[in-house]
C-alpha cells in the first residue's frame, strides 16, 4: 500500500480519523465535519485532499453512488505501525525496543493498560495458557 515516499499531513490525518469513525462519506460530509461548512473552497480542497490519499491507496471511493462514498482502506493500526517504525529509524538506527521502553515507561501507561501488554507478550510468546 502506498506512502512509503511521503508522510501524511496533519490535514490528511484529520480526514482519515473521520473515515475511521465511519464506514463511509462524501466530500460534503468530511468537509463540514473539518471546517463546519461547505464554502466552495473548502470542498474543492477536501477533494483534492482525497484524490491524492486514494492516488496513494490510503483511501477508496465507491464510484456507483452520487455523489462518491470515501472510505478509509488504510487502517489506524497500519499507520501507527509506520509512524513508530519511522521513529525508531530516526531515533535508534531502526531499534524499536528502546522506543518500545520509553512507551511502556510512560506515566501516561495505566496499570490495566501494563497487564493487557503482559498478556499480549506472554500470548505471542505461546506462555499465555501457562500462566493462567
Known sequence: MGRA??????????????????????????????YGNTAPALLATVRKLLDRLESEGCVGRDRTK??????????RDELAGRRLQAAADELYDGDLAPLLTHLVRSPKLTPHDREALRKMLDEMDGEGKKRK
Open 5 to 34: 515516499a511521503r508522510e501524511i499531513t496533519d490535514t490528511e490525518l484529520s480526514l482519515l480519523n473521520e473515515l475511521w469513525q465511519r464506514p463511509s462519506a462524501t466530500v460534503q460530509e468530511l468537509t463540514e465535519a473539518l
Open 66 to 75: 452520487w455523489p462518491h462514498h470515501y472510505f478509509a482502506v488504510l487502517k
